[in-house]
């Protein structure tokens, strides 16, 4: 589980990191759920906390539900469109980070030539990148969900082995410690502890 938790970690990190240069508002808030849920379900396991598991799996199907939305939202399916501010929440134009630092991606900035038009305004065109920036945030979803696939999973797996060691736990007196050869005494026989030394 230790492996798995440091993986899902590095990769919510890292699209942390991307998402917070794109400025991209509704994905650095799930990926922070994501890695502090993550923490959570860590906790729940090496403490024996079978309810964070619980947590954890519960959120491990909203965050594939939200990177499967990601998905359609990138592929435009469903009347989605990449091109709507919906990722930072309408607060700012910002798009994806890989829109213009993609691999092999040329980023020119034009400024406008015409009378009248601010001198901060320019055009940003972008060419030659060896994949589209939505493809990469596809994959990245991808990768998201199949983590957290595996992660839903174990902790499934685990929560089956906390509940059996539950129900298996041998209580002070309990019925596990007699033979079925030697059945409980019902009464016990007490005798007096008599003293040692001179009694004066």
């Not at 092999?104 to 972008?126: M, T």
């Not at 030697?182 to 001179?198: A, I």
Request: net charge negative; proline share 4%.
């Amino acid at each position: 589980m230790f492996c798995l938790c440091v993986f899902l970690q590095l990769a919510a990190l890292e699209r942390q990191i991307f998402d917070f240069l794109g400025f991209q508002w509704a994905p650095i808030l799930g990926n922070f759920l994501q890695i502090i849920v993550v923490i959570l379900g860590l906790f729940g396991t090496i403490q024996f906390r079978p309810r964070y598991i619980v947590v954890y799996t519960v959120w491990t199907a909203l965050w594939v539900t939200w990177n499967v939305f990601i998905i359609c939202f990138y592929l435009e399916v469903g009347g989605l469109s990449k091109e709507t501010d919906l990722m930072t929440f309408n607060i700012s134009m910002h798009r994806s980070w890989w829109r213009e630092h993609g691999p092999g991606c040329i980023r020119r900035v034009v400024r406008p030539s015409a009378p009248g038009i601010l001198d901060d305004y320019s055009y940003i065109s972008v060419t030659g990148c060896i994949i589209d920036f939505q493809y990469l945030e596809v994959i990245h979803s991808a990768i998201q969900i199949l983590l957290s696939l595996i992660g839903f999973v174990y902790a499934c797996y685990v929560i089956s082995i906390f509940m059996e060691e539950e129900d298996s736990f041998d209580f002070i007196g309990g019925l596990d410690t007699y033979s079925y050869r030697q059945p409980p005494q019902e009464h016990v026989e007490l005798k007096p502890v008599k003293p040692v030394g001179k009694v004066l």
